[in-house]
């Protein structure tokens, strides 16, 4: 059982962002510092990717754990909600879904495609992301 209101359910819901959220921001500034140039929020690309490397045809999403579902079951982010399962289950599906059929639209349009989650930006995985991304770059 939800044990907040409705009104304040929807304050929060509205409040988090799509774009310039804290992991992105991570991700953008390793980048940065690895001396990549990048675009954001490419609208004519399937999925808007949220950073976007013209030069090595290489997009990258940042996945939040819980609104992309991160397959990883060590991951505490991305667990289903208990409060409104008809609800959730199938807006969560349907994220899924959608970002595989934008990965593959992506790949058939020769992009190279990097899905990078938000626990993945945590301190202490910060090593482990600068080798990721040294590897696919």
């Given at each position: 059982?939800?044990?907040?209101?409705?009104?304040?359910?929807?304050?929060?819901?509205?409040?988090?962002?799509?774009?310039?959220?804290?992991?992105?921001?991570?991700?953008?500034?390793?980048?940065?510092?690895?001396?990549?140039?990048?675009?954001?929020h490419?609208?004519?690309?399937?999925?808007?990717?949220d950073?976007?490397?013209?030069?090595?045809?290489?997009?990258?999403?940042?996945?939040?754990c819980?609104?992309?579902?991160?397959?990883d079951?060590?991951?505490?982010?991305?667990?289903?909600?208990?409060?409104?399962?008809?609800?959730?289950?199938?807006?969560?599906?349907?994220?899924?879904?959608?970002?595989?059929?934008?990965?593959?639209?992506?790949?058939?349009?020769?992009?190279?495609?990097?899905?990078?989650?938000?626990?993945?930006?945590?301190?202490?995985?910060?090593?482990?992301?600068?080798?990721?991304?040294?590897?696919?770059l």
């Open positions: 059982m939800d044990n907040i209101s409705p009104e304040r359910r929807s304050a929060n819901m509205r409040a988090i962002r799509s774009k310039n959220t804290s992991p992105e921001m991570v991700v953008r500034r390793l980048l940065h510092q690895m001396g990549y140039r990048f675009r954001l490419r609208k004519d690309l399937p999925g808007k990717p950073i976007v490397l013209p030069k090595y045809r290489t997009v990258i999403f940042v996945h939040g819980f609104w992309h579902q991160h397959p079951p060590d991951c505490k982010d991305a667990r289903l909600p208990k409060s409104n399962p008809d609800y959730w289950l199938p807006k969560l599906e349907r994220n899924r879904v959608r970002d595989l059929e934008h990965q593959i639209k992506l790949e058939n349009e020769g992009w190279n495609v990097v899905v990078i989650w938000a626990c993945e930006t945590k301190l202490k995985h910060s090593p482990a992301l600068v080798e990721k991304l040294k590897n696919t």
